[in-house]
């Protein structure tokens, strides 16, 4: 089971971009996605969320900005980044709860990371 980031680049302050990322792998089912960032000299931190349901919640920072949301069919979560800032600026990371095939339980997985610069 793994997970795979895609849609990182350089862009510049008010500009767009939209990152996805895929599970694969033999699963079953998959719960809470979601995408944090870690700027350098900084903590990871969460950005946004979504449920299986399509509950979503976001940083207080982002909110307005972007949007995440999800393809269940895909197994994907998608982050729209509109009108970005240089504090946009870090490594973002995707996480989700999985549950394997012939499991009952859900363990956390983490994409590798992809990286967001805002600059002019």
């Known amino acids: 089971v793994q997970l795979q980031a895609s849609g990182g680049g350089s862009v510049q302050p008010g500009g767009s971009l939209r990152l996805s990322c895929a599970a694969s792998?033999?699963?079953?089912?998959?719960?809470?996605m979601g995408w944090y960032r870690q700027a350098p000299g900084n903590e990871r931190e969460l950005v946004a969320t979504i449920g299986s349901g399509g509950t979503t919640s976001y940083a207080d920072s982002v909110k307005g900005r972007f949007t995440i949301s999800r393809d269940n069919t895909k197994k994907t979560v998608y982050l729209q980044m509109n009108s970005l800032k240089p504090e946009d600026t870090a490594v973002y990371y995707c996480?989700?709860?999985?549950?394997?095939?012939?499991?009952?339980?859900?363990?956390?997985?983490w994409g590798q990371g992809t990286q967001v610069t805002v600059s002019s």
């Open positions: 996480n989700a709860d999985i549950r394997r095939a012939g499991s009952v339980i859900y363990l956390e997985r």
């Open positions: 792998g033999n699963i079953a089912s998959v719960g809470v």
